[in-house]
């Protein structure tokens, strides 16, 4: 089964955080920075922004990390969830992440992260320049190895 994977390209991005916000209005219902699931991390001294997302490791640490058994891959999305049911809020899952793209919920006092919206991230949805998408990963890497067999100068 071909799996769709988030993507992004940083050089489109504006730093509008409209992916911030949709994420945490539909996810807590507020839009709030502190409740995204994609973070946007900007780079003042270069003018430009960076929207940064969870990778869904393939090996992820932060599900072995987990002793009360709250993180899974959802075999149908690919996406590696937390369950809100079993998690303690014991921040065992923040400190494995490599890649510290897992939150932790002021209000709720357990840890959060991206769960690609049941197979639709809002994020990707409402990126107005497109910087966020969401695509089977083999197209995307075709069009990429397309992409760099292009003789200098030709139209892409």
Do not use: W
């Amino acid at each position: 089964m071909a799996l769709k994977t988030l993507m992004v390209q940083p050089s489109l991005c504006t730093g509008c955080r409209s992916c911030e916000m949709a994420c945490s209005l539909g996810h807590d219902g507020k839009c709030s920075p502190a409740l995204s699931r994609i973070r946007v991390i900007r780079f003042d001294s270069e003018g430009r922004n960076v929207p940064t997302v969870c990778a869904q490791c393939t090996r992820p640490e932060c599900l072995s990390a987990c002793t009360e058994g709250a993180i899974r891959r959802d075999v149908a999305t690919g996406a590696v969830l937390i369950d809100e049911a079993l998690c303690k809020g014991c921040r065992a899952c923040i400190s494995a992440c490599s890649h510290s793209q897992i939150g932790f919920h002021p209000e709720k006092g357990l840890a959060f992260k991206c769960d690609l919206c049941g197979g639709d991230p809002l994020c990707a949805r409402f990126c107005p320049t497109g910087a966020l998408s969401f695509v089977y990963l083999d197209q995307h890497l075709m069009a990429r190895r397309r992409a760099l067999l292009r003789a200098p100068g030709e139209a892409v």
